[in-house]
């Protein structure tokens, strides 16, 4: 091979890297880095399904039914969930929803009670007398793996809820974990 | 006349030296693009965990029963219980007892119908009738082409907003219901519960 060949190859191999660190195809490798260096959700959530758990004149209650399912835990469990959401002593919340773009949050009406929160976490069961099935709730701030999550959460009854009867749902918790759920009632 | 001598000559690398470090590079880039090691990096790149997001296998519901009370072995219930049977069309099998304590993993099994929390399944990994679970081998491993009956010990299903504002459905046999249930390692199947007579 001679030195001109040579050349124009090592021109062409130069051409081409430069053209995959800066062409699009170059910025979608390197987001897809990015993502996975800085904010991706350590756990991927699973949603199940959900509905409306009731209607006031002030308020629509929905419960979308949630499970972490890996591969890490959402959340801090040193925490408590009084400490992670909304109550009327906590203002900051890792936990935000919203329902056809109103913005939504779970909530504890007792700070203090961490078993007043629309937040129910599902963690095990045990078999009691006569087969009968205990399930076992707890209340940190974390999601482990394979923990089921009811998730509630109320959202002012405004014109964009009122009129609806498809409620398109996204719930963004810590470390960028989110998830989607579109509701549809039945006519 | 000779120039005069201007210091020792620069350094090169041969021309041989550097074909081969274009041969390595192509050869880099080659095995990059199409070689297994390419497809785990980008794989990796483009998702992380979507191990666990995306479904090991695919699971189809065979049947969906509501039994009697005395029909519901192993459940203390006043009404029906519920039992579906599920079929792993594969490609890979599943591990229903990871943690091998003899009852199914827990979060592992969950059913929803009509959009209403069932709750999770839990109950005992075992062979033989009438077990909770029946697995063919009772090795805890759902393999390819093979069927569990997963039991569920209530008949009630709800949408519960924490402590308060609950709405709640019985599974009974008179009306037709949605039924999702979501299995182990992102695996979901549904079907509907016709009750007899078609409902």
């Known amino acids: 091979m001679s030195r001109v060949a040579v050349e124009i190859v090592v021109v062409v191999l130069l051409v081409a890297i430069l053209l995959i660190a800066f062409s699009p195809m170059g910025s979608f490798v390197m987001d897809q880095v ?23 004149a002030s308020y629509v209650y929905f419960v979308v039914y949630m499970r972490n399912i890996g591969p890490a835990v959402i959340g801090d469990p040193s925490k408590e969930i009084t400490e992670v959401i909304l109550s009327p002593t906590n203002s900051e919340t890792e936990w935000l929803a919203y329902v056809n773009g109103v913005r939504c949050t779970p909530y504890c009406s007792n700070p203090d009670d961490p078993n007043r929160c629309s937040v129910r976490q599902h963690i095990g069961a ?62 | 006349m000779r120039r005069p001598c201007c210091g020792r000559p620069r350094p090169a690398i041969s021309r041989l030296v550097a074909e081969v470090i274009i041969l390595v590079i192509v050869i880099a880039l080659a095995l990059l693009l199409i070689s297994p090691l390419g497809s785990f990096i980008v794989s990796s790149l483009l998702v992380r965990g979507t191990e666990a997001g995306t479904p090991k296998t695919n699971l189809e519901i065979l049947s969906v029963a509501l039994p009697a009370a005395g029909d519901c072995y192993e459940c203390d219930t ?122």
């Open chain 1, 34 to 56: 990015r993502r996975v260096s800085a904010a991706w959700s350590p756990g991927y959530i699973q949603v199940m399904g959900g509905g409306i758990a009731d209607r006031s």
């Open chain 1, 126 to 187: 045990s078999m009691g007398l006569n087969s009968t099935l205990i399930h076992e709730l707890e209340t940190n701030g974390a999601m482990e793996v394979y923990e089921v999550w009811e998730f509630g959460v109320r959202c002012e009854n405004t014109d964009a809820l009122v009129s609806a009867d498809r409620y398109k749902i996204q719930i963004y918790g810590p470390s960028g974990a989110r998830a989607y759920y579109l509701l549809e009632e039945e006519g």
């Open chain 2, 78 to 199: 006043g009404g029906y219980c519920i039992e579906i049977a599920i079929k792993n069309e594969g490609p890979n099998e599943l591990d229903l007892d990871v943690d091998d304590d003899g009852y199914l993993d827990w979060g592992a099994w969950i059913l929803v119908a009509d959009d209403y929390y069932c709750g999770e399944a839990y109950t005992r990994v075992s062979l033989g009738a009438p077990p909770a679970v029946e697995d063919e081998n009772g090795d805890g491993i759902l393999s390819v082409g093979e069927v569990v009956y997963i039991r569920q010990c209530d008949n009630y299903c709800s949408i519960r907003y924490g402590w308060g504002h609950t709405s709640r459905i019985t599974l009974d046999r008179t009306e037709r219901r949605l039924i999702k249930l979501f299995g182990p390692q992102g695996t979901f199947a549904s079907t509907f519960y016709v009750p007899p007579g078609g409902g």
